[in-house]
């Protein structure tokens, strides 16, 4: 079985698909690390050395790669992964468990105004600017993570209730 997770950063794809794949016994893969082990070089060199375009490309070939050769795991996408090249079609006609892990904007601004200098993305965004940062990213990215088969309200739910939430829905 495979389990997709996408949602915009800092909506615990990563730290849900952990606990997930813990009690389902399933591998664990976060599409960015997958992607930085197999280029050598991080995501933010990515984008900073080769550009967008690059980084966009690769990825849509390292969640094919994934999606057809990898079997039981339970996958972390980026942010973005959903939005471009065709990825979520990808994912949707590859496994019926897609969960979009949906966060509110208030909700992001409180998890990830702690953290900006470690997201590449809103480090130079004023703390003020980060509802008006974020709306305007989920406006874009809302009919892409829409399609996912599942949409889990994850705000005020800890992480082990998004993980229960899930496993009951799976196929």
Known sequence: ??????????????????LLANELKYTFLDLDSYMEDAMGM???EMFETKGELFFRKKEHFYLKEVLTESKNFVLSTGGGTPCYSGNMDAILENTPNVFYLKVSIM????RL???KDHRPLIKDIGTNDLPEFFGKHLFERSPFYSKATNV??????????????????LV
């Open 42 to 44: 991080s995501v933010s």
């Open 152 to 169: 889990i309200s994850s705000d005020n739910k800890t992480p082990e209730d998004i993980v229960e939430e899930i496993k009951t829905s």
């Open 107 to 110: 909700e992001l601004v409180k």
């Open 1 to 18: 079985m495979q389990v997709v997770l996408v949602g915009y950063m800092g909506s615990g794809k990563t730290t849900v698909g952990q």
């Open 113 to 115: 105004g702690a953290e």
